[in-house]
């Protein structure tokens, strides 16, 4: 009986240690769980300046503190409300059709969907990046229209909504067709000084995806391609906005670049600093975007371009208007085809650019994959929409 009790006593003990170390191990994982969240917690607080001025523009109504921008809310809530509209249209109609076909597309293909973003020839059109990529960690745009800046709209009733209707006009091609349409930026840019630059409609888009604005910062790039900062005012251009935000509710902080520059061959010739800065700041493994890109890389003057991309991309989404077809035609990339295809459209010249090789893979089975149920580039309006899904092939030497 006694050797009974002895065991019994004995196991008790061991039984103590054994959670009491379990215990320890678990409260160990706490703290290293809390730690890691503080870890990724951005230190930056978020811009009280452009934060207001991107909900503004946003059309945020809820999100708008009107008493800092005009006591006549009048004309401020009528913008919120037009916007709300045009957006609640598109984003129906075809931006969260877009944000679940490619998240069929980056699963299927087991592609991380976390990972940077790129997309040369965007303008200002972060709207449709995002819905596309919506949990990249990083996104880089790039374009020839200037960077430009956001007037001091605080306690300007007039500048205010003069500049918001301004900011609506130059959405319009966004709203009703997908893309920007070069010669309404010029115009409404260079001519009718609507807007100064891309920042505007970055930051439209910015709110309209639910961030939060923690920093903007301006910047040149310098010979060797590293971006340096600097303050920004009304009488300077920059090649680069970074604007630095978090979904709202949440705490990982995110970041996107807009790039003023010229990516032609001859641009490149002209200034090795904008190649030197690309090279460095877009990893190899980068996920990227081509549309709506005048056909601009089916010529023999963009040809840098198009390798860098096809180098540099693991998984690329892109319209007939970006890399021809037959770059792809190799063992190097698995390719996935949806929509139809169709001529280019009379702004383009048609016999040139018109790809029989592309037009034979979309009624090939080993290609295409279904329709499209959103439409996205030049054929708005229309069925013969195209995307192409390129995904590159990793392989073992």
């Not at 006549?72 to 509209?85: F, G, N, P, R």
């Not at 690309?278 to 890389?297: G, R």
């Amino acid at each position: 009986m006694i050797k009974l009790h002895l065991l019994f006593l004995l196991s008790s003990v061991l039984l103590v240690i054994r959670c009491t170390n379990a215990s320890s191990h678990t409260n160990d994982s706490i703290v290293n769980v809390k730690r890691q969240i503080a870890d990724t917690i951005p230190t930056s607080t978020i811009d009280t300046f452009y934060n207001s001025i991107t909900q503004l523009i946003g059309g945020v109504d809820s999100l708008i503190d009107y008493s800092k921008f005009s006591s006549d809310t009048a004309l401020i809530k009528k913008y919120c409300t037009t916007v709300e509209s045009k957006y609640k249209k598109i984003k129906q109609d075809r931006l969260e059709r877009i944000g679940v076909w490619n998240a069929v597309n980056i699963e299927r293909n087991k592609k991380n969907d976390t990972t940077f973003a790129f997309y040369p020839f965007s303008g200002g059109d972060f709207i449709h990046l995002n819905w596309l990529y919506p949990n990249a960690n990083e996104y880089l745009m790039v374009a020839r229209e200037d960077v430009g800046s956001i007037p001091n709209l605080l306690n300007s009733p007039s500048l205010a909504n003069t500049y918001l209707n301004n900011v609506d006009f130059v959405l319009r091609d966004i709203y009703f067709k997908s893309y920007f349409i070069t010669r309404n930026m010029i115009y409404d840019i260079n001519k009718q000084a609507r807007v100064n630059g891309m920042l505007p409609l970055l930051l439209w888009a910015s709110a309209r995806t639910g961030h939060e604005i923690l920093s903007v910062k301006f910047g040149s790039v310098r010979a060797d391609g590293k971006l340096v900062y600097n303050q920004k005012n009304n009488f300077q251009k920059f090649d680069a906005v970074e604007i630095f935000f978090r979904k709202r509710g949440t705490i990982n902080q995110k970041k996107l670049t807009y790039l003023s520059c010229d990516i032609s061959d001859k641009g490149f010739l002209t200034s090795q600093t904008y190649y030197n800065y690309l090279q460095s700041k877009v990893p190899s493994n980068c996920h990227s975007f081509v549309k709506s890109a005048s056909y601009m890389l089916h010529y023999k003057g963009f040809s840098k371009m198009r390798e860098f991309l096809l180098k540099k991309s693991e998984f690329l989404v892109q319209d007939d208007t970006g890399i021809p077809f037959r770059f792809f035609q190799n063992n190097d990339w698995n390719i996935e085809l949806f929509g139809k295809y169709d001529k280019p459209v009379s702004d383009f010249k048609m016999q040139i650019l018109h790809q029989l090789d592309l037009d034979s893979a979309y009624k090939s089975s080993a290609f295409y994959k279904g329709k499209l149920n959103f439409s996205l580039g030049y054929h708005w309006g229309s069925d013969k929409q195209n995307e192409m899904v390129m995904s590159k092939i990793k392989k073992n030497y």
